[in-house]
């Protein structure tokens, strides 16, 4: 199953944000103030307000109450940009007030007034509150049933949501440069006391480390922490170096700092 964190660019970028930019948090706090919070970097379309103070209309009976953007995280970044509609409806406390039509109008109505000009997620969120989520699953089960856009429908809890939104910070780093990658021949040349490869190695990683420095910054942070930890190793251990040997391991700290930084 695909992760999702937020992705405001998208967001600031449709045409409507200059009418309607607001936060998931204030749009929340509108409807139900101070009672449920989400994470207050999530920025949204407010769309009711969009319908009250751009096309005039008093009341919104069919839209859904924001539109935030996502992203699909794979591979240390985010992926397919997309704007998405979510509908919050902590306040419901029985499955009478669900109704498959309104639902459905209103994340068909919202997708028609974002048009053409961003990608549109196929999935929209309702957001319940905790103690009734369990109803609304199994409502929009027996309902999407029967086909229609309830099918691309999903139903959260409050906190719920924030496992499925996620921000980008909430996922580990992965290297691409494995440290076992990294040591490998370093290791091997150390221990047939090869100094000259293992110094050529060293400059190889050093190297590499320094094309990453602004281009990924955490790739940069992995490589030169495991480049330090050895080459600190390294130096306690002592070695018998000749005069050029000594010559080379200054030059290396010279020219990449970090090594003793």
């Avoid at 706090?29 to 096309?55: A, R």
């Avoid at 290297?175 to 047939?192: A, R, T, Y």
Wanted: net charge negative; hydrophobic share 35%.
């Amino acid at each position: 199953m695909e992760e999702w964190i937020y992705n405001n660019k998208i967001v600031q970028e449709h045409s409507l944000f200059r009418f309607c930019g607001s936060t998931l948090n204030n749009v929340s706090d509108k409807d139900y103030p101070g009672k449920y919070k989400f994470n207050p970097d999530i920025e949204c379309l407010d769309i009711d307000e969009f319908e009250k103070n751009v096309l005039r209309k008093q009341q919104s009976f069919h839209t859904g109450d924001a539109v935030i953007g996502i992203s699909t995280y794979e591979n240390n970044r985010g992926i397919n940009p997309r704007l998405m509609v979510v509908e919050l409806r902590m306040g419901y406390v029985s499955i009478s007030h669900l109704s498959k039509k309104a639902m459905e109008d209103k994340v068909t109505y919202t997708k028609s007034l974002l048009g053409g000009e961003k990608p549109i997620s196929r999935e929209s969120i309702f957001i319940f509150n905790n103690g009734f989520i369990s109803q609304a699953k199994s409502w929009f089960d027996r309902n999407s049933r029967t086909g229609g856009e309830l099918r691309n429908c999903i139903p959260v809890s409050v906190s719920e949501f924030s496992i499925k939104v996620k921000s980008e910070s909430d996922f580990p780093y992965t290297p691409i440069h494995k440290e076992e990658d990294i040591m490998m021949n370093i290791l091997q040349c150390e221990e047939k006391a090869d100094w000259a490869n293992v110094f050529r190695n060293v400059r190889y990683w050093c190297t590499k480390a320094e094309d990453y420095r602004y281009k990924n910054s955490s790739e940069f942070g992995h490589i030169t922490t495991v480049l330090k930890e050895f080459w600190n190793d390294f130096k306690r251990k002592n070695y018998n170096f000749n005069d050029e040997e000594e010559l080379t391991l200054l030059i290396i700290e010279e020219d990449f700092d970090f090594l003793i930084s």
